[in-house]
């Protein structure tokens, strides 16, 4: 039996253990930095395989695979752990304990998968050249990103790895598939927040107040007008602002109102002149208008870039594994990874896991409450990630 045999049966028998294993941590969720337990659990399963591991960034695990000629070929694989503030509306047995939290974006999934990739390529570590470092990161929901505290840390170092292959679920992707794709395919992220200020008031009498509500309006208003005639347009960018809060009442203009947007962009010349912009438009208006305005812009993750070279020869690779069919071409996404401060320091490549099954109602978006995934996706995630971790090249 050659390699790709031999995990593609581990993979079919280890199926049911892990899908237990995905059970475990989607009912226990954490959010990002405090995923206590989560690691803890890991820990565990590292310890019961013999896998080395340490610790980083408080809450991430480290280990380490070592095949023939370890330091022929060193290639680290890498998962997310934490979960997100939001209220989990299915109805299954592994539903979330923790209230308020839930694995909406599939995390528990790619800890799942990577641990069980963990267990094939111990079993199987004389079938295959080099050493494989295992990367179970906190914190990739929240700024500044658990990828960025660990590259800090030095979790790229001692030993150093040529690559790293990241694997995310891809809900609007069918069940049995995967998708990749060369080049840049995450857009940056960055979080505005904008206070205006001024003189509240009876609403029956604006003309001695400093209308907050409708300084706020025209901002956003005029926001959108930055990406529209001063972005190009061939070049993919949003600004989207997500909240709007002031006053609470029908008749007194507040005194203060906050807003809350992101802004995502492909290019990163164009995302730090739009940051000029924003700024310069909102001072503007509020001055205008009499108000005062306080406005922060938190800088996020970069774009992720996926290496053609090692991503092309991944993709080829799990077209051997999975058939050619099933392989796709995976679409531009406006969403943002902390996969991408990896992929600014060495060859990276994030691929997607298709869960999708309408016929199984399965067809929720992530970080959506009725967020699930087709389980027979484990078997799949788990053999792809060990076999590429095995068998791709640098």
Not at 239 to 263: D, Q, R, W, Y
Not at 354 to 372: C, Y
């Amino acid at each position: 039996m050659n390699l790709q045999e031999k995990i593609k049966t581990l993979a079919t028998q280890y199926k049911d253990e892990f899908i237990a294993v995905r059970h475990q941590l989607h009912a226990n969720p954490e959010l990002s930095f405090q995923e206590f337990e989560t690691s803890k659990f890991v820990q565990q399963k590292l310890t019961d395989l013999q896998i080395p591991f340490t610790i980083m960034a408080k809450t991430g695990v480290v280990a380490i695979i070592e095949g023939k000629n370890p330091k022929e070929r060193i290639i680290a694989l890498r998962a997310d752990m934490d979960a997100l503030p939001i209220t989990e509306e299915n109805d299954v047995v592994y539903k979330s304990k923790n209230k308020g939290i839930m694995h909406a974006c599939g995390h528990d999934v790619h800890t799942t998968c990577l641990l069980g990739a963990a267990k094939i390529l111990q079993e199987t570590k004389g079938d295959w050249n080099g050493t494989i470092k295992l990367i179970f990161q906190p914190g990739e929901e929240k700024n500044p990103g658990g990828a960025s505290i660990m590259i800090k840390e030095g979790v790229l170092e001692n030993p150093k790895p040529q690559g790293i292959i990241g694997m995310h679920v891809h809900p609007g992707l069918n069940i049995g598939k995967f998708s990749f794709r060369t080049g840049r395919i995450m857009a940056s992220t960055d979080e505005i927040f904008i206070t205006i200020k001024g003189k509240g008031g009876h609403a029956a009498a604006p003309h001695l107040t400093t209308d907050t509500i409708l300084t706020a309006s025209h901002i956003v208003v005029a926001l959108q007008q930055i990406i529209s005639r001063n972005n190009n347009p061939i070049s993919p960018s949003v600004l989207s602002i997500c909240a709007f809060n002031g006053g609470n009442v029908t008749n007194v203009i507040p005194s203060e109102v906050k807003l809350m947007g992101t802004l995502r962009a492909m290019d990163e010349t164009w995302r730090y002149k739009a940051h000029t912009l924003i700024t310069k438009q909102a001072k503007a208006i509020a001055e205008g208008m009499g108000a005062e305005i306080d406005i922060k812009i938190d800088i996020g993750y970069p774009t992720v870039d996926n290496d053609e070279h090692l991503t092309n020869s991944a993709w080829k690779l799990a077209e051997e594994f999975m058939q050619k069919e099933n392989v796709e071409e995976t679409e531009l996404r406006m969403g943002a990874e902390d996969f991408s401060f990896y992929t600014q320091q060495i060859a990276g490549c994030f691929f997607r896991l298709g869960v999708r099954n309408e016929a199984k109602e399965i067809i929720h978006n992530v970080h959506n409450p009725k967020f699930n995934i087709d389980e027979n996706a484990i078997e799949y995630g788990i053999g792809m990630m060990a076999w590429l971790g095995a068998s791709v090249k640098i």
